[in-house]
Each structure stands twice: as C-alpha cells, then as structure tokens.
Nanobody, 117 residues
Framework: VQLVESGGGLVQPGGSLRLSCAAS??????????MRWHRQGPGKERELVAT????????DYADSVKGRFTISRDNAKNTVYLQMNSLNPEDTALYYC?????????WGQGTQVTVSS
C-alpha cells in the first residue's frame, strides 16, 4: 500500500496551496475508504485537519481550518486533495494523508508546508 502526498512547499502568509495524496495498492476500492488529512507542526501533537467520508463524501474540518481548507476526492484517480487558502504561519506543519476502513489505517510519509514571509 502506498499513499504519496505532494504539493507542499514554501508559501507566504495569505497564500494558497493544494495538496494531493495518491493511493495505490489498497486492499479494497479507494472509494470505500474514509480519507483524512492530518498535520504535525514543530513541537506540536498531530492534529486531524479534515475528513472526507465514504461512500457519501461528507466532510468535516478542524475548527482551526474551517472556512479556509477544503478536502475533496477523485475516486477515479484514487486521489484526495486538500485545498488550503489564507494560509498563516500556524499552518506550518508536515501534512499526512490517511486512509481508514473498518478500523484499518494506512498512512503516507507526509509533505511539508511552510508558511513564512
């Protein structure tokens, strides 16, 4: 199983980034997994940022990102996205995607997002 995140980088405060997570090798069809984005900032605990459900693509967000981040998925491409707008330095973190189904979790290696002027 591979979850490969991409799209991170250095961005100025107020800027935007779009993260992608491409999944392969999952035991069941991608569309049957709830997909989640987590992040871990320097000196902080890991935080669940956004979730998109299965089979209904309901979404949920941490209060810290609500209204700024949008999670979406393309089941035909086995990919989940995180559109991040109005970024601020507190969003600096390693962002991980996670596939969950019936209590089984798979994790990617993460992509670094740094928000700095």
């Amino acid at each position: 199983v591979q979850l490969v995140e991409s799209g991170g980088g250095l961005v100025q405060p107020g800027g935007s980034l779009r993260l992608s997570c491409a999944a392969s090798g999952l035991p069941f069809t991608f569309s049957s997994y709830a997909m989640r984005w987590h992040r871990q900032g320097p000196g902080k605990e890991r935080e669940l940022v956004a979730t998109i459900g299965s089979p209904i693509s309901s979404t949920d967000y941490a209060d810290s990102v609500k209204g700024r981040f949008t999670i979406s998925r393309d089941n035909a491409k086995n990919t989940v996205y995180l559109q991040m707008n109005s970024l601020n330095p507190e969003d600096t973190a390693l962002y991980y995607c996670n596939a969950r189904r019936l209590g089984f979790d798979y994790w990617g290696q993460g992509t670094q997002v740094t928000v700095s002027s």
